[in-house]
T-cell receptor, first 120, second 112 residues
Framework: GAVVSQHPSWVICKSGTSVKIECRSL??????MFWYRQFPKQSLMLMAT?????????EQGVEKDKFLINHASLTLSTLTVTSAHPEDSSFYIC????????????????FGAGSRLTVL | AQSVTQLDSHVSVSEGTPVLLRCNYS??????LFWYVQHPNKGLQLLLK??????LVKGINGFEAEFKKSETSFHLTKPSAHMSDAAEYFC??????????FGKGTKLSVKP
C-alpha cells in the first residue's frame, strides 16, 4: 500500500541549530503534503500545507521564517526548524493525500511515522 | 510494538442511518486510543480519546467509541449520520515513546 517515509524519527540538537525533517511518498505522487505538530497532551495542530512548485500555506500563528517548508518534487517535502529552541521540542508528523482506489475523486491521507525533536 | 488497523478504507451510509467505523489495535500494554477526523482542506480534529477510564467514550458531534480489550477493538459509532459527517476518520494509538501511530484512515461518505 501507499507509504509516506518520514526521516528522521528521532533527532536531538543543540539550541540555535537547524533541523531538517523529510517526508517522501514512496509509491505515489504527492502534490500536497500537510505538516502537523503535537504539543504534549494535546491534539495535533496543522502547521502548514506544502504544495509542489509553489509556496507553502501556513496556518495562523505559525512562523514562516521559523518553520521553512520546501516541496521540492512530487515525492518530497521538507520541514526545516531554523534556529531551534527548547520550546520547539515536539512531535512533528506529515501526511499526504492519495487517490482512494475505486472511488472517483476521493482522497485518503497517508501519514508518516512522525519525528520527535528534542532541542537541548 | 503498537499498531492499528482500520478495517475499511471507505464506508458509505445514508443520512439518518447508523455509522460504524472499525478499528483494531495491537499493544503490549494498556493503550491510549484516539479517533481523529479530517474534513476536506482542514486540519485534524480530535473526536474522542480513551485513556483507561470508562470503556465507552463519548466524543463530539454525537460520536462514541467503545474500548473492548478482549477484542482489541475501538470501533467508532454514531446513531444517525449527518451530511456534515462526511470526512476522513483516523484511528490512532499512542506509542510507547510518546508518538502517535495512525491507521490508514476510513473515508466516510454520507448519501442524502
Amino acid at each position: 500500500g501507499a507509504v509516506v517515509s518520514q526521516h528522521p524519527s528521532w533527532v536531538i540538537c543543540k539550541s540555535g541549530t537547524s533541523v531538517k525533517i523529510e517526508c517522501r511518498s514512496l509509491d505515489f505522487q504527492a502534490t500536497t503534503m500537510f505538516w502537523y505538530r503535537q504539543f504534549p497532551k494535546q491534539s495535533l495542530m496543522l502547521m502548514a500545507t506544502s504544495n509542489e512548485g509553489s509556496k507553502a500555506t501556513y496556518e495562523q500563528g505559525v512562523e514562516k521564517d521559523k518553520f521553512l517548508i520546501n516541496h521540492a518534487s512530487l515525492t518530497l517535502s521538507t520541514l526545516t526548524v531554523t534556529s531551534a529552541h527548547p520550546e520547539d521540542s515536539s512531535f512533528y508528523i506529515c501526511s499526504a493525500p492519495r487517490a482512494l482506489a475505486g472511488v472517483s475523486g476521493a482522497n485518503v491521507l497517508t501519514f508518516g511515522a512522525g519525528s520527535r525533536l528534542t532541542v537541548l | 510494538a503498537q499498531s492499528v488497523t482500520q478495517l475499511d478504507s471507505h464506508v458509505s451510509v445514508s443520512e439518518g442511518t447508523p455509522v460504524l467505523l472499525r478499528c483494531n489495535y495491537s499493544s503490549s500494554y494498556s493503550p491510549s486510543l484516539f479517533w481523529y477526523v479530517q474534513h476536506p482542506n482542514k486540519g485534524l480534529q480530535l473526536l474522542l480519546k480513551y485513556t483507561s477510564a470508562a470503556t465507552l467514550v463519548k466524543g463530539i458531534n454525537g460520536f462514541e467509541a467503545e474500548f473492548k480489550k478482549s477484542e482489541t477493538s475501538f470501533h467508532l459509532t454514531k446513531p444517525s449520520a449527518h451530511m456534515s459527517d462526511a470526512a476522513e476518520y483516523f484511528c490512532v494509538v499512542g506509542g510507547s515513546q510518546g508518538n502517535l501511530i495512525f491507521g490508514k484512515g476510513t473515508k466516510l461518505s454520507v448519501k442524502p
